[in-house]
């Protein structure tokens, strides 16, 4: 039985910082890209990031350069480091595994499991 748990959301002022965390379980963490996805009420469910197991990162645009990915592959926990955050950054965020080889790691429905989801919230 694979589990994605997340981790860390809650309410912080614009400009704050939050680090979300993701245990996962039930798999070989190593043979997986790990990703972290947002949704927004009445908005599609968008691409954060994803971390590969051997150091590789990508990085959406709209949070490059305030967001940061990373993983640890010893306790298989991925992390997502929210810096500078903005009221468009307010969503129920997910974390997500692929199978290494899959295609297209930035679409949501070519993940294998995913997370329950953890709330973060952007106060001014």
């Known amino acids: 039985q694979v589990q994605l748990v997340e981790s860390g959301g809650g309410l912080v002022q614009t400009g704050g910082s939050l680090r979300l965390s993701c245990a996962a379980s039930?798999?070989?963490?190593?043979?997986?890209?790990m990703g972290w996805f947002r949704q927004a009420p009445g908005k599609e469910r968008e691409f954060v990031a994803a971390?590969?197991?051997?150091?590789?990162?990508a990085h959406a645009d709209s949070v490059k350069g305030r967001f940061t990915i990373s993983r640890d592959n010893t306790k298989n926990t991925v992390y997502l480091q929210m810096n500078t955050l903005k009221h468009e950054d307010a969503a129920v965020y997910y974390c997500?595994?692929?199978?290494?080889?899959?295609?297209?790691?930035?679409?949501?429905?070519?993940?294998?499991?995913w997370g329950q989801g953890t709330q973060v919230t952007v106060s001014s």
């Open positions: 997500a595994a692929i199978r290494l080889g899959a295609g297209g790691v930035t679409y949501a429905s070519h993940y294998d499991y």
């Open positions: 039930g798999l070989t963490f190593s043979t997986y890209v």
């Open positions: 971390s590969w197991s051997g150091g590789l990162t």
